[in-house]
């Protein structure tokens, strides 16, 4: 019996190789296609710092949809072959669940990503709210937080769901570390906000805001109220949200102690172009129209 035993091991495990491929092929087909999707193409190495003496990229937050206008905003992102694309948070509606990768992300970013677009996430509440973004991070092999370089700029994602005494001291730390001529940050949340919904963040306020400014941070980007904002200088720092990516909008208010110089309630998106001595942005709406334009020196 025991000459036996290595044959019918190799028919059981034949038998069972079998059977795991019959049933592979039964799946639902959103979950073959998500498992497909875990991994981003070889060329998006979100991470990979580069040099050179320009950069450029876009950034929308609240767009994880699947709609219409999600799809929309993508197709004009995709025209201008930005360098990286930088996600705003809430990449996923309602909840950042597995099955929902392929509808809400991959196929209304599906143009960019076969471009070998590089992504750049921080984390949306709707993200957050499922296990701590786990399928995200997976899915775009990225931290809660972290810091890259392109060219003459560094920059910071955030996590502005938990920015807690540990990713705090990470942060100062980097921030006093750095040789950048352009430090520029993006979270998910805004520290200021005319969002009717939203609003203030008085935690960041409190706690990154005062980092911002010792620092001399040029810019942070977020999102989390639907709509477009951006302040004066708060010290060193421009204030922009970009939480116009597809979702419903958010109405506007005044904000206490808080007043923009521009505030509209319209679906868009922002692009950047910088070099050693200037940064211009653009935000562009829905129809291609372009509803402010900054240029830092």
């Known amino acids: ?15 069972s190789l079998a059977a795991l491929v019959s049933s592979l092929s039964l799946l639902p087909a959103w979950q073959s296609k998500a498992a497909a999707l875990a991994v981003l193409p070889a060329q ?7 040099g050179g003496n320009a950069f450029s990229f876009s950034a929308l937050g609240d767009m994880g949809t699947g709609w219409s206008s999600e799809y929309k905003l993508t197709e004009l992102i995709a025209k201008s072959s930005p360098q990286s694309v930088f996600l705003l948070g809430d990449i996923l509606y309602p909840k950042a669940d597995l099955g929902l990768i392929e509808s809400n992300f991959a196929k209304p970013f599906s143009g960019l990503i076969a471009g070998g677009t590089r992504f750049y996430p921080c984390w949306g509440n709707h993200d957050w709210a499922e296990k701590k973004a786990i399928n995200l991070k997976n899915y775009f092999a990225a931290p809660d937080y972290y810091t890259f370089q392109q060219g003459p700029a560094q920059f910071w994602s955030l996590n502005s769901n938990q920015f807690d005494s540990a990713q705090r001291l990470w942060f100062s730390e980097s921030l006093k570390a750095s040789q950048s001529k352009w430090k520029l940050v993006f979270c998910h949340h805004p520290p200021f906000s005319r969002g009717a919904v939203h609003g203030n963040s008085p935690n960041l306020i409190r706690d990154l805001v005062p980092l911002l400014d010792q620092y001399g941070v040029q810019l942070c980007l977020s999102a989390h109220s639907h709509l477009y904002e951006r302040s004066a200088k708060i ?36 692009s950047c172009t910088g070099n050693p001595r200037e940064l211009k942005l653009q935000a562009t709406g829905i129809d291609g129209r372009i509803i402010d334009y900054i240029t830092i020196n």
């Open 44 to 50: 998006n190495q979100w991470l990979q710092s580069e």
């Open 1 to 15: 019996m025991n000459s036996q035993r290595p044959e019918s091991r190799r028919n059981f495990l034949k038998a």
């Open 235 to 270: 010290g060193s720092t421009v204030f922009i949200t970009s939480g116009g990516g597809s979702a419903s909008l958010h109405d506007i208010k005044l904000a206490e102690g808080y007043q923009s110089l521009v505030c509209v309630k319209e679906h868009h998106f922002l």
